[in-house]
């Protein structure tokens, strides 16, 4: 009998760090502020752990997002526009976590003020940010 190819599990939402997703909030807000750069502040297990992540899907990210304090939901959009500017190998386009996290806040009316969007916005070359493809 041949056996049925099953594909390698790979990262589910369930695997998402809650607390290290609370870091990276807090993380944006500090870089926000001028303090320092990214990479000065992940080891390169936090980043190999969190790159992981980009892989995932819209819905994958729901239910960690659901968890977090929504005023830690703008900065960590901000962490990962940041991230993709900053870290190698971050660069995912349309599927960045800030595009998720977006989306969220716009469904539950708790977007951030239209000169922060702006702030962000000038942060990147990624077009997607902040809500992902128009079509």
């Keep these: 009998m041949i056996n049925e190819w099953q594909p390698v599990k790979t990262t589910t939402a ?44 819209e819905e994958d990210w729901q239910p960690a997002l659901q968890q977090l304090p929504p005023q830690q939901l703008f900065p960590l959009a901000l962490f990962y526009t940041l991230a993709e500017q900053q870290l190698s190998g971050w660069q995912c386009g349309k599927r960045n976590p800030a595009i998720w996290i977006f989306r969220w806040l716009r469904q539950h009316n708790q977007l951030p003020d239209k000169e922060a969007i702006r702030q962000l916005k000038k942060l990147t070359d990624n077009r997607y940010i902040p809500y992902g493809s128009v079509l």
């Design 14 to 57: 369930a695997q998402i760090d809650l607390q290290m997703l609370q870091m990276f909030a807090a993380l944006g807000e500090r870089i926000q502020a001028g303090e320092q750069t990214l990479a000065d502040q992940l080891s390169a297990a936090q980043q190999q752990q969190a790159s992981a992540w980009l892989q995932l899907q």
